[in-house]
């Protein structure tokens, strides 16, 4: 007969055993209280009936938190923050955690995660080239892709120069551009509201997104009285119109640019002059269709590589199979640094909308990238009422997010074996890189702080991790509702973490 010792004995083997090969429990059975609550008055979760003091750490974190939540209000702002121990998951201090706010560029650490839940960090982004070789020629060729964010004009030079090696020098048909793997709505939600902006920042998504789907006007200045050299790159989706005239050493520069989508390409109109003594200088604009701007680009390249194409642009080319050249992008873990770092929207949006990636599937579409998102955050007991997720940048006023939800999740990769190094390194550090570079640069708190930022004209947030000698915890501070006054809720939100910095 077994003694009663030997039963717990049994399990507890059995549950080293798990936790020694593993095995991913969390994804499969998420936990019903993945924070446990600080028994303060402002606490996370059920309420509270104990009357024990709180642990001192916590009782500065949430001194600091107080003190933050009052500057917010005297600058009529909304405050949603939580902070968690990543060891315990004990919440060391809380104000307004499950209300729903805008969070800004914060969404992209949903993103983020998500991607590296999904896909996994090494995944990569194929771009092919397929057709139907005939000796030296090649019938149409198709060009089709499959989300790469950081697909550029020299990843095509590249494929062209596979297409020599093949020895096929001749295109009989056309470039045909095969976009199927996204749908057809180029431009994220919420991008909308501000539809008249050329600016990079809004550069619509699809399957083959050539140069993160921008063009960029390069002006050199030739002698006083001459045009200037005006060249765009990637060459050939361009067709340039007007000139930039050089003026005398030290007189204005009023350099004009407008594009005007023609005919499946872009058509420019530039002006205005730049002083002879002057840098060469650099206008970086978004394509307005990108259907076929890879493809006139690729044609060009190819041209240059003794590949002479018979016909046109167009596109179709979904069912061809016989690959002759292909291109894999960096890993995801490398590409994220884009989206954590440098908070690139283009990236963020290229990688929520392929998020549903998997098998045949075709037609990816931002409401698919939703649903795994959606899906991530239930896994993880994070998905809090009233979350609204939209796009995966957090550009413009669109999704809705809880301070403890992304404390929840910070949290849960942290305690991630298979996530932590690369989700960690993602993020921008204080006082060292990316949107924190000039932020946390005091001795106290320099690299101590990895934190994903956002900002909106209303909006600012910070959320991440401040690990010390004393202690390791993550937080997610939002504040709405401060337009005019971001400048002020984000100084107010460093100094927070500074103080929590000497827990």
Same mark, same amino acid.
């Given at each position: ?9 049994? $399990? ?8 020694? %090969? ?50 917010? +209000? ?11 121990? &990543? ?26 995660? #998500? ?27 198709? &060009? ?8 550029? #004009? ?20 056309? $470039? ?10 180029? %431009? ?10 050329? +600016? ?9 997104? &050539? ?62 002059? $730049? ?44 069912? #061809? ?58 896994? $993880? ?21 809880? +301070? ?52 909106? #004209? ?34 107010? %939100? ?10």
């Amino acid at each position: 007969m077994r003694s009663r010792q030997a039963i717990p004995l049994f $399990i507890a083997g059995v549950l080293f055993a798990l936790a020694w %090969i593993g095995l991913p429990i969390a994804r499969s059975q998420p936990s019903a209280n993945p924070l446990q609550p600080t028994p303060t008055a402002s606490s996370v979760g059920a309420q509270q009936t104990s009357k024990q003091t709180p642990p001192k750490t916590e009782s500065r974190a949430q001194r600091a938190v107080d003190n933050l939540a009052k500057s917010i +209000a005297g600058l009529g702002g909304t405050l949603g923050a939580c902070v968690v121990d &990543l060891d315990s998951g004990q919440v060391i201090a809380s104000h307004n955690p499950t209300t729903p706010l805008n969070p800004a560029s914060n969404m992209k650490l949903v993103t983020a995660a #998500a991607a590296l839940w999904k896909l996994s960090p090494n995944h990569t982004y194929r771009t092919a080239l397929y057709g139907r070789r005939d000796g030296d020629s090649v019938f149409d060729l198709v &060009l089709r892709g499959y989300g790469d964010p950081s697909l550029s #004009a020299r990843d095509l030079w590249e494929l062209a120069n596979g297409v020599r090696r093949w020895g096929i020098t001749r295109v009989k048909g056309d $470039i045909v551009v095969d976009q199927s793997f996204f749908d057809s709505e180029y %431009i994220p939600p919420g991008f909308e509201q501000q539809p008249d902006e050329w +600016a990079y920042f809004r550069a619509p998504v699809s399957a083959i997104a &050539l140069d993160a789907n921008t063009v960029t006007m390069h002006v050199a200045p030739s002698r006083s009285g001459d045009p200037a050299l005006i060249t765009f790159a990637p060459s050939g989706f361009v067709d340039s119109a007007g000139r930039v005239m050089t003026g005398k050493a030290g007189s204005p520069q009023n350099v004009t640019l407008s594009l005007i989508p023609t005919d499946g390409r872009l058509k420019a109109r530039v002006g205005g002059a $730049i002083p002879e003594d002057a840098q060469r200088l650099r206008v970086t604009r978004r394509v307005d269709d990108p259907t076929l701007y890879a493809g006139h680009v690729l044609r060009g390249i190819l041209e240059q590589n003794g590949v002479k194409v018979a016909g046109t642009v167009r596109t179709g080319g979904d069912k #061809a199979n016989n690959v002759i050249a292909m291109h894999r992008s960096e890993r995801l873990a490398n590409l994220l640094e884009r989206l954590g770092k440098d908070s690139d929207n283009f990236y963020a949006e290229m990688i929520f909308k392929g998020l549903a990636s998997g098998g045949n599937r075709r037609g990816l579409s931002t409401e698919s990238g939703v649903e795994v998102a959606k899906g991530y955050l239930e896994s $993880i007991s994070a998905l809090d009422e009233g979350i609204v997720l939209v796009n995966g940048s957090g550009l413009f006023d669109t999704n809705r997010l809880t +301070a403890r939800s992304l404390a929840i999740l910070l949290r849960s990769v942290y305690q991630n074996p298979e996530l932590n190094a690369e989700f960690m390194r993602h993020l921008a550090v204080g006082g060292e890189d990316g949107t924190l570079r000039s932020r946390f640069r005091e001795k106290s708190v320099k690299g101590k702080v990895r934190a994903k930022t956002g900002t909106l #004209a209303s909006v600012t947030s910070l959320s991440g991790y401040l690990i010390t000698g004393k202690s390791r915890i993550g937080f997610s501070i939002i504040v709405n509702g401060v337009a005019g006054k971001v400048p002020g809720a984000r100084d107010a %939100i460093d100094g927070c973490v500074r103080d929590m910095s000497s827990m």
